[in-house]
């Protein structure tokens, strides 16, 4: 056979992803590979779990097989009590602060994950993906071979929002035991450096989620148009059809600093809150956090900002619709990686106001024009001028050509190539 038919015939890298398993990423990310890479990869994924933006889920056909996980205990899985491996890992776990209630949760996740990895691991996968490495999404991890390659992919609050000793204990031994990591910036690069070790920086690739096209594709069909769609969809979600809608985070939860962002908005004269009004998205949280999102409310309703929570899940033209009605996007996070909300914002043309203490490094080096501050209590000076911009119909489609260039899926894809394909 010659080289040219050998490489022909070679058989596609066969993976298996696992962690998190939120549809909303992994399968615009495994589609987009599919697509712009055939024949490749054969993907399977074990626990995916549907999570879309109120639309089908019809990407699932990247994977050739998709496998469960469970919680509950079977009586098939207590013979993997009398594994030894599992008491000498809880033992470890023991040396490094673990509470009852973790391994308590350890050992149901083990031996239940020793009963569906049995058949599983006999696929032979040439690597495993787990995206999200916090200890409870790594079932899979303590039952693999050392021989086994495995890639770990870094989201944001995976790095940056987890602590203690056992968190760090599990994650270094991960990553160490890793052919490599993947990460989304420069400066996250460096936070897993500093907090790992160096000996960790030929494996760390740098790659970024693919964007959902569909949602772009509607900000370029209703742009020009925007006029008289915004009535209709301002009326459906009683919005004020004449004051400057500004949006507050992109979730529920409290890291978002809802509540410290709305405490500097109150220092804005009276005649500029008369003029705004405030959306905070509660729709996309796990947990409903009522409690919180009452003291939002307040917060509101105390320093005489007009707004409200909205909690519906928007379809794809729905939340298209917002993003081109928002006059002014507010996103300051304890924490993020590499924020696809914000990169939606910028497209569709609002003003972005975040924070200089996250790792946006990515939309700097794409030329990308929004502003930041160094503190919250820069917050209230900068609002007002920029609350005031006319849009400037020449740097929405500069922006817009440069989140092209370097943040859609053609591009998106090759960084996971680099990491994956090789």
């Known amino acids: 056979m010659t080289k040219k038919a050998k490489k022909m015939t070679k058989k596609a890298k066969k993976i298996l992803v696992a962690g998190i398993g939120q549809s909303n990423f992994i399968e615009q990310l495994y589609s987009n590979l599919n697509?712009?890479?055939?024949?490749?990869?054969?993907?399977?994924?074990?626990?995916?779990?549907?999570?879309?933006?109120g639309a089908d889920t019809n990407n699932t056909n990247c994977f050739t097989n998709q496998y469960k996980t469970r919680k509950t205990v079977q009586f098939k899985d207590l013979i993997n009590i009398f594994q030894f491996r599992l008491y000498l890992t809880m033992f470890n776990f023991l040396r490094f602060g673990a509470s009852v209630n973790f391994l308590y949760f350890f050992l149901k996740e083990y031996i239940i994950y020793a009963t569906l990895t049995k058949d599983l691991l006999k696929n032979n996968y040439d690597l495993i993906h787990f995206h999200f490495p916090t200890k409870d999404k790594l079932g899979l991890y303590w039952h693999l071979k050392k021989s086994q390659k495995f890639i770990i992919s870094f989201w944001g609050s995976d790095l940056m929002r987890v602590s203690g000793i056992l968190d760090y204990y599990i994650q270094k031994r991960v990553l160490n035991d890793s052919y490599r990591i993947t990460t989304h910036s420069i400066e996250l690069k460096e936070q897993i450096l500093t907090k790992f070790g160096r000996e960790l920086t030929n494996k760390i690739f740098i790659t970024k989620f693919p964007p959902e096209e569909k949602l772009y594709n509607l900000l370029d069909e209703f742009r020009p148009k925007i006029d008289s769609l915004k009535l209709d969809f301002l009326k459906n979600?009683?919005?004020?059809?004449?004051?400057?809608?500004?949006?507050?985070?992109?979730?529920?939860?409290?890291?978002?600093?809802?509540?410290?962002?709305?405490?500097?908005?109150?220092?804005?004269p009276s005649s500029l809150k008369e003029e705004c009004y405030f959306i905070l998205p509660f729709s996309y949280l796990y947990i409903k956090d009522g409690i919180y999102e009452?003291?939002?409310?307040?917060?509101?309703?105390?320093?005489?900002?007009?707004?409200?929570?909205?909690?519906?899940?928007?379809?794809?033209?729905?939340?298209?619709?917002?993003?081109?009605?928002?006059?002014?996007y507010i996103h300051l996070p304890i924490s993020d990686a590499l924020s696809g909300t914000l990169t939606e914002a910028i497209y569709a043309g609002s003003d972005v106001i975040t924070g200089k203490w996250l790792p946006y490094g990515p939309f700097i080096d794409a030329g990308l024009k929004f502003y930041s501050i160094n503190d919250f209590l820069e917050l209230s000076k900068i609002f007002e001028l920029v609350i005031k911009n006319e849009d400037d119909e020449n740097l929405i489609q500069e922006n817009q050509l440069k989140i092209r260039d370097s943040f859609f899926p053609d591009f998106c894809s090759e960084t996971w190539f680099r990491a994956l394909g090789n």
């Open 35 to 53: 697509k712009y890479y055939p024949g490749k990869f054969d993907f399977d994924i074990l626990g995916l779990r549907l999570f879309s933006n």
């Open 237 to 268: 979600f009683n919005i004020p059809l004449f004051k400057h809608l500004v949006v507050i985070g992109h979730n529920g939860a409290k890291e978002n600093n809802h509540i410290h962002i709305l405490q500097q908005l109150s220092k804005i």
């Open 294 to 328: 009452k003291k939002c409310m307040d917060t509101l309703s105390e320093n005489n900002l007009s707004g409200k929570t909205l909690n519906k899940f928007l379809n794809w033209e729905e939340l298209a619709l917002l993003k081109l009605c928002t006059k002014v």
